[in-house]
């Protein structure tokens, strides 16, 4: 299996633009989890997805953050407006969790995100 | 929510020697994994662990539930364990299934 892939592994944008940042889950895995990693606040979660349905936004920031997952192998993390604020590194991860239970999660390699 | 502990928050050693980081934590778990982040900042799996002690190569790992820590052991160290360690739980409760929680890592820096 290829692992989990995010899209684009970079990227460099304006303030005030529309970002969207993809990721594609190991296939045969049905939670999909969107984290962010900053200096001051470490690895957080954002939002994390059972089945392609969302279980827990409480991470989301605000707003301006919003995130779909209209299929099991397809999901996305949209920005609009971004903020400087928002620059951070954003992982997302995958696991197969049996009902009640909860086993490994793997991580995609990241996107990096600045915002000038 | 839970709290992960780890200690210490840096470590810098010669190559070839020994080294044991820990990971505390505030409340029972049913998941917790260790991860290294590289250089380049990807985050690798290293173990699964939620109990007991698994060994890879020259990493091994032992999380004792009951007293609530895990300890990751890595022998003869190369350069190329240079980076983040992180401990990560995940916990039930009543309410359901609860996050991946992070703690703050271990900076283990290698020196030739």
């Known amino acids: 299996d290829a692992g989990v892939i995010q899209s684009p592994r970079h990227e460099v944008t304006e303030m005030g633009q529309e970002v969207t940042l993809r990721c594609k889950p190991i296939s045969g895995h049905n939670s999909l989890f969107w984290y962010r990693q900053t200096m001051m606040r470490g690895l957080e979660l954002l939002i994390y997805f059972n089945n392609n349905v969302p279980i827990d936004d409480s991470g989301m920031p605000e707003d301006r953050f919003s995130a779909k997952m209209p299929n099991a192998s397809f999901s996305t993390l949209k920005i609009q407006p971004s903020e400087p604020r928002d620059s951070a590194v954003y992982f997302c991860a995958s696991s197969h969790n049996p009902p009640a239970n909860w086993v490994e999660a793997f991580f995609g390699q990241g996107t990096r995100l600045t915002v000038v | 929510g839970i709290q992960v502990e780890q200690s210490p928050p840096d470590l810098i050693l010669q190559e070839g020697a020994n080294s044991t980081l820990r990971c505390n934590f505030s409340?029972?778990?049913?998941?917790l994994q260790w991860f290294h982040q590289n250089p380049w900042g990807q985050l690798i799996n290293l173990f699964y662990i939620p109990s007991g002690t698994k060994q890879n190569g020259r990493l091994s790992a032992t999380t004792v539930a009951t007293e609530r820590y895990s300890l990751l052991y890595i022998s003869s160290s190369q350069t190329t364990d240079s980076g983040v360690y992180f401990c990560?739980?995940?916990?039930?409760?009543?309410?359901?299934?609860?996050?991946?929680?992070f703690g703050t890592g271990t900076r283990l820096t290698i020196i030739p």
């Open positions: 990560a739980v995940e916990r039930t409760s009543n309410f359901g299934n609860e996050k991946l929680t």
């Open positions: 409340d029972s778990v049913n998941n």
